[in-house]
């Protein structure tokens, strides 16, 4: 119980702490910094393993009549753990991308409240206290997104806030619904819908899906996404790629398995069109990427994708599908920061954010083009990387839910996105080889450091699945 | 000592203030007197309310009866502190201690002169005492004296100015209130020429057995009622004196106007629906359908209006013409969640719009600029006063840990409970347009960068004085215990809406 409550406030104190630093002690306010998010890696490593081992840590209480509890369970430890440990790898990076830049106090503060909030949402114990972060997520990663302060950035800071408030709002209608029919809200006791009648529980699942399907970026709630890449880079690949995005994708796991039950889902009408809903997400999404030229968008539209992926696997209501979709959320997460963070790195040292001008960026930063392609390759879910074991298993649960034609639908979606990104690479390449290093200096070494040990974490992930296997069979086991 | 209080602490809490009102102009001259006294009072009137509510707390249903002059209920007056009443005097001088506090600060200031804001206490006490009143009384025409008084006090406040827009928005404003008034007083004439009773119990159980007789005579007195109070209310379309009347009034004034006067209207029409006319008659007569629609339209209408405003008190004033639909909106989902939620949203709303009124005067105060626009980097100017602003903002678009939010979370539960997808609707699309009217003060005050300052003309803007800040803190502080330990202020809300709709 101590570790919960230290690992929820580590993010908060420490962006309290930052806040307070003068604007000059840039040395001293990345200290800080990296000292609170090592912390709070390691305290949600140690709930997420006590929880795994089946423990019970858990704060409850209630204020008034509504019931307030932090709960983690298996799904939550793995999305707690995804966030805490990729948050380490963002803030070393952020410390070399953002070396240079504006407002950088504001900048910290606020990613590590938003450490904070993100762990709330992963270890939430009910209903009200996964809206509570989820909304709160929204307000404190916004400075980020208009941290350009850029009239581009205000209008897509505005975007983020319409879109995510709208979900957040219809997700309250819903809790409420729920609330009024079964009387409670907490996760621990098995599906909270499980005995209620099933007459109008097809439109209380639409709404609880639009609800989170916006930051999940199901099309067509997506549109938002793209529009947040006004971030800078750290922010794109940490919060648009994996914290943020996961906290929807999280809350519509929460719904199929905690609130309606895979089974209540199944016998539901709508439940059964999820899938497919998945699949043109999946599909769309990466046509879409294809055909962007400026990197990150087209990095953006690819996750768009992806989380449908995830989504997909849970809308099997498969056994397979879940674990498919657990080891997917697992191993893309850490590629797609790879692949951002390369991005950063080109658009800073090349100054190329389109990918027609990118010809011959692979001569001027050799390893950072490297770490890329492998990202890309990974993209594509093949072995050796560690993606292939997620879509595997997706794979294996379509099949299972006797859904054959969704199987085929993912390897479309695998050509599509080799389609994707091997033009970058080849393109990268092209043109006369220059003698210019371009990845020398510590800012950049602090930038694809990061990367490159991310990568590896991949691969190694890829090679030894068993690693990730006992968090992921648990949370098989903790939903059927 | 204790027991001989209790029976009269009802009418103390009522005549205090007036009592302080009518002497303070003998001290006219020395202003520290003056407003020591105004915060005594103030601090006596909470003091009090907070006794009464514990006694009514603890007594469960039974609401403490003071019959003025010792003449009992049907001939004499009465005055009756029951759960709603505890709540309203609980949020009247909740609200009013801290906004006398920050009228200490630079009251002088902006009404320009010592006279003018010993002036401005005697109408600031009379509008206290009355609206004190509004809580208790339990009497028809006892409702129409104190809503004269808090009318014309009102006014005096919004001239309190010495400005020409100043007069006209109280011009306009008497115009407007003085037809609500006469409507209200029409209403109440329909009333007592059918029951014979003034006293509200009476004339509820009068009506009950008789409407039936002469229903034109009750749709008359209703639609008089509601359209009085409408006026006086702000209710959309009839709100066009209120973004005037609150935007050119001095701070505290504004914030008293927006947080406590139009809740006092918004009391007594409830006291006149649930307690004269009943929740059977409102059904009988569409009223229920009337105010949700009502409401309806005014969030949405409100919330547009408030949108388009540059000027950042005027956008405060159209929020509460959007703030005020919801009530509206509340009361007419007679159910018992959606009541509850009402009067706890009616409490949430003084007190955050209070801090943002005076959070918005103390910028102006310190800049002179009264335009969104303008503000660009004042939170780092202002750190304090923009924390309580945007405390009340995010309290007011109802994030949780905010009291917004518990109140809107029961106006949304009562509103599923209707069945009609309307209300649900129209209060989240509400919450959502005042998170796109409030954000973008705070993003300018915060994520844009202060104009030069090597400019001569601009002095560095601070934080306002000792007296002032304490007053935000104490307004930003209740906003947000109230959304994390809204305990007994729900629980009383809860009890008077059943109460209210008879529901034991």
């Known amino acids: 119980m101590l570790s919960l409550i230290l690992a929820l406030s580590c993010g908060m104190a420490g962006g309290l702490i930052v806040a307070v630093i003068p604007q000059t002690r840039s040395r001293l306010r990345n200290l800080v910094v990296l000292i609170f998010t090592t912390a709070g890696m390691i305290f949600t490593w140690r709930v997420a393993l006590r929880v795994f081992a089946g423990e019970n840590v858990a704060i409850a209480g209630r204020i008034g009549e509504l019931p307030w509890s932090i709960n983690p369970d298996p799904l939550g430890a793995v999305f707690g753990l995804i966030a805490a440990t990729l948050w380490l790898f963002a803030a070393v990076y952020s410390f070399g991308y953002m070396a240079e830049k504006h407002e950088q106090r504001t900048y910290y503060a606020f990613l590590l409240i938003s450490f904070s909030v993100t762990l709330g949402v992963a270890f939430s114990g009910n209903l009200l206290v996964l809206y509570l972060f989820y909304e709160l997520l929204t307000f404190v990663t916004y400075p980020l997104v208009i941290h350009e302060r850029s009239s581009e950035a205000v209008k897509a800071g505005a975007k983020y806030i319409l879109y995510n408030l709208g979900g957040a709002s219809v997700i309250l209608v819903a809790i409420i619904i729920t609330y009024g029919r079964a009387g409670s809200l907490d996760f621990a006791g098995g599906p909270i819908l499980a005995n209620s009648l099933q007459n109008g529980l097809d439109w209380l699942l639409l709404l609880f899906i639009i609800g989170f399907g916006v930051k999940a970026a199901i099309m067509p709630l997506h549109r938002w996404l793209p529009a947040a890449m006004a971030a800078p880079t750290p922010v794109s690949a940490l919060l648009h790629a994996v914290a943020v995005v996961y906290a929807g994708v999280y809350g519509v796991l929460r719904v199929v398995y905690s609130v309606f039950g895979h089974e209540l889902v199944g016998r539901l009408g709508f439940g059964t069109i999820l899938p497919f809903v998945a699949a043109c997400t999946i599909i769309v999404g990466v046509i879409i990427a294809a055909k962007q030229d400026v990197l990150k968008r087209r990095l953006a539209y690819q996750t768009i994708s992806h989380l449908s992926y995830i989504l997909l696997g849970a809308f099997t209501l498969q056994p397979w599908g879940l674990a498919g979709a657990m080891l997917h959320m697992i191993s893309y997460s850490t590629l797609k920061t790879t692949l951002f963070f390369c991005a950063g790195i080109i658009a800073e040292q090349s100054g190329a954010t389109k990918i027609s001008k990118m010809g011959g960026v692979g001569w001027l930063l050799p390893k950072t083009m490297a770490v890329f392609s492998i990202a890309a390759i990974g993209m594509i879910g093949i072995l050796p990387l560690n993606t292939f074991w997620g879509k595997y298993y997706l794979m294996k649960g379509s099949v299972a839910a006797g859904m054959w034609p969704l199987a085929l639908v993912l390897i479309v979606s695998g050509i599509i996105n080799a389609i994707c990104f091997i033009p970058v690479v080849v393109n990268a390449f092209r043109g006369e080889r220059t003698r210019i290093n371009g990845e020398r200096g510590s800012r950049v070494t602090l930038m694809l450091a990061p990367a490159i040990l991310l990568v590896i974490v991949a691969l190694l992930m890829g090679l030894f699945p068993g690693f990730v296997w006992p968090g992921v069979q648990a949370v098989v086991n903790w939903f059927f | ?504």
Not at chain 2, 121 to 129: A, H
Not at chain 2, 283 to 297: H, K, M
Not at chain 2, 418 to 433: F, H, W
Not at chain 2, 451 to 474: C, E, H, R, V, Y
């Open chain 2, 1 to 504: 000592m204790t027991a001989t209080i209790i029976p009269d602490l009802p009418v103390f809490v009522v005549i205090a203030p007036l009592f302080v009102a009518f002497v303070l102009p003998t001290f006219a001259r020395r202003m520290r007197l003056v407003e020591a006294l105004v915060i005594l009072v103030g601090i006596l009137g909470f003091l009090g309310a907070l006794y009464l509510a514990s006694l009514v707390f603890a007594q469960k249903g039974s609401p403490l009866i003071y019959s003025l002059g010792g003449w009992q209920a049907p001939w004499g007056i009465e005055l009756k502190a029951g759960n709603l009443g505890a709540l309203f005097l609980l949020v009247v001088t909740g609200v009013s201690l801290p906004v006398s506090l920050f009228a200490k600060g630079n009251l002088a200031q902006e009404v320009g002169g010592k006279e003018r804001s010993a002036r401005f206490y005697v109408l600031y006490l009379l509008l206290g005492g009355a609206l004190a009143g509004m809580a208790v009384t339990n009497d028809l025409f006892n409702v129409f004296v104190l809503v004269e008084v808090v009318t014309l006090s009102c006014c005096g406040l919004v001239s309190a100015r010495n400005h020409p827009r100043a007069a006209e928005a109280a011009f306009k404003y008497l115009i407007m209130a003085t037809l609500g008034s006469t409507l209200v007083m029409g209403g109440i004439g329909f009333i007592y020429m059918i029951t014979g009773h003034l006293n509200m119990e009476f004339a509820a159980r009068e009506l009950a057995s008789i409407w039936q007789h002469s229903p034109h005579v009750v749709w008359m007195a209703l639609s008089f009622i509601l359209v009085g109070f409408g006026v006086k209310a702000a209710v959309f379309p009839l709100h066009v004196w209120l973004p005037d009347a609150h935007s050119t009034a001095p701070s505290p004034a504004s914030a008293i106007l927006s947080g406590l006067a139009v809740k006092g209207y918004l009391i007594c029409l409830l006291k006149f629906l649930y307690n004269v006319f009943g929740s059977a008659l409102m059904q009988e007569f569409a009223v229920d359908r009337i105010l949700v629609l009502a409401g309806a339209v005014a969030i949405i209408a409100g919330s547009i209006l408030a949108l388009s405003q540059d000027e950042l008190k005027r956008r405060l004033a159209y929020s509460t013409v959007a703030q005020v639909g919801y009530i509206v909106l509340g009361l007419g989902l007679l159910n018992r969640q959606g009541l509850a939620g009402t009067l706890f949203y009616l409490a949430s709303h003084a007190v955050i719009k209070s801090t943002l009124f005076l959070a918005a005067g103390a910028i102006i105060a310190a800049t002179g600029k009264k335009k969104v626009s303008e503000l660009s980097g004042i939170g780092r100017k202002m750190p304090l006063t923009m924390a309580a602003f945007t405390i009340g903002s995010l309290g007011l678009i109802g994030l949780p840990l905010f009291s917004g939010f518990v109140g809107k979370w029961y106006l949304l539960l009562g509103s599923i409970e209707t069945g009609k997808p309307l209300p649900t609707v129209v209060v989240i699309a509400g919450s959502i347009l005042c998170a796109t009217y409030l954000l973008p003060v705070i993003r300018r005050a915060y994520f844009e960068p202060a104009p030069d300052t090597t400019n001569a003309d601009w002095q560095d803007p601070q934080d306002p004085g000792f007296s002032q800040k304490l007053a935000l803190i104490l307004l930003a502080a209740i906003v947000v215990l109230l959304g994390v330990v809204p305990g007994p202020l729900l629980e009383l809300a809860k009890r008077a809406a059943a109460e209210l709709l008879l529901l034991q």
